[in-house]
């Protein structure tokens, strides 16, 4: 195999066999709703948090990321997924056969991986990249664990469950828990300007909202417990999986 970190893309797309393999450790997606949804966060939070309990978690990222320090186990998520010459199978397979390289090279006990831009278009007027990578990842690979990422919005839980199941079905797959953060969308600027523009909210405003709905299914990014309590849930969801974390 290559270097990883030498990403050139030429050399992930030489396999002719059309074919998705199955990868053999636990994969955890992280995606958000919109754009802004401080997905990177919540990968490095999940990231640091699996190491100290000396498990070996291997990290793809949503964007481009700087360190002040080296980690051969995280990258950015490579650059074939952004190329308009590929088409839509090859990206799938491409990336299928991508992870599946990185697993038998390295031996990770889980994947983590950030989904770039948006899960699902946010409306009929604005419709960013209606999702499209987010749908190539999950085609390529099969999560086991998912965490989707919204911005706060006067919702309850009825509401949010609604959205869950728009995006569970424009995706094909589980949504397992949800994560809120202290931005809110602009909806005169949305509808003025047929974008998205984001609003700061106070931390703990958001915070309390979301206790209020009272639900160990949605939890507050900006809650050090909370996130900490969702990474045992997860482990609780592996241990019982089929593809389980030793």
Known sequence: FVNFQQK???????????????????????????????KMDLQFKLYNQ??????????????????????????????????????????????????????????????????????????????????????EIVTAVTPDVSILGTTYQKFDINKLNKIIDDVERFLGMTIDYCYVVNRMI???????????????????????????METDRVFYLEDSNECEELVNNIFDMLTSSTKRVY
């Not at 955890?28 to 802004?36: F, L, M, Y």
């Not at 006990?109 to 987010?134: C, H, K, M, T």
């Open 50 to 135: 699996i190491k100290e309990r000396e498990y070996f978690p291997y990290l793809l990222t949503s964007r481009h990321w700087n360190l002040a320090f080296k980690d051969d186990n995280i990258e950015e998520m490579p650059r074939f997924m952004f190329d308009e010459k590929i088409s839509y199978k090859e990206k799938i397979i491409s990336l299928n056969h991508y992870i599946k390289a990185i697993e038998k090279l390295k031996e990770p006990d889980l994947f983590i991986i950030g989904v770039p831009g948006e899960a699902i278009n946010y409306s009929n007027r604005i419709i960013q990249n209606l999702g499209e990578v987010s749908r």
């Open 8 to 38: 050139e893309y030429s050399n992930y797309l030489k396999e002719d066999v059309e074919k998705i393999y199955e990868i053999d450790v636990p994969v955890i997606i992280v995606t958000g709703i919109t754009e802004n949804t401080k």
């Open 186 to 212: 602009n909806m005169d600027k949305a509808i003025e300007d047929d974008c998205l523009d984001f609003l700061f909210l106070d931390e703990n405003y958001v915070r309390k909202r979301v206790l209020e």
